[in-house]
């Protein structure tokens, strides 16, 4: 029946909706008639198709983007300055820790 891809439905207790056509197989067994709405009945109930335009949306020269932007330069320098800061710190332990087992080889070397 249906030629687009909208059908007219008139329900069993009168009421008619226009609906999508694929719709169409589920309200003959139910019962309903089935026609072909005009195309203000589609425009009342799906309106009128509007063509989107898609833009690339360029964020990179907004302030979000720029105060994001440093944080992050600044937060990879900081973290980068903390690692220097623990391999200097693993150092002293691996230095104090050999002076340590230095000094425990002479005082069992005294005994």
Same mark, same amino acid.
């Given at each position: ?10 329900? @069993? ?5 226009? /609906?999508?056509? =694929? +719709? %169409? ?9 089935? =026609? %072909?709405?005009? $195309?203000?009945?589609?425009?009342? &109930?799906?309106? @009128?198709?509007?063509? &989107?335009?898609?833009? @690339?949306?360029? *964020?990179? #020269?907004?302030?979000?983007? +720029?105060?994001? #932007?440093? !944080? ?6 900081? @973290?980068? +300055?903390?690692? /220097?800061? /623990? ?5 002293? &332990? !691996?230095?104090?820790?050999? %002076? /340590? #087992?230095?000094?425990?080889? *002479? $005082?069992?070397? %005294?005994?």
């Amino acid at each position: 029946m249906a030629k687009g891809k909208y059908i007219k439905v008139e329900l @069993k207790d009168g009421t008619k909706h226009v /609906l999508l056509a =694929s +719709n %169409e197989a589920f309200y003959k067994k139910q019962g309903a008639k089935i =026609s %072909e709405p005009t $195309q203000k009945e589609i425009d009342a &109930v799906f309106g @009128k198709d509007v063509e &989107v335009k898609e833009d @690339k949306i360029d *964020i990179t #020269n907004t302030p979000e983007y +720029n105060a994001l #932007n440093t !944080e992050l330069i600044t937060l990879t320098a900081q @973290k980068a +300055n903390l690692e /220097l800061e /623990l391999d200097a710190e693993k150092a002293k &332990v !691996e230095k104090l820790t050999a %002076e /340590l #087992n230095a000094l425990k080889a *002479i $005082q069992k070397d %005294e005994k």
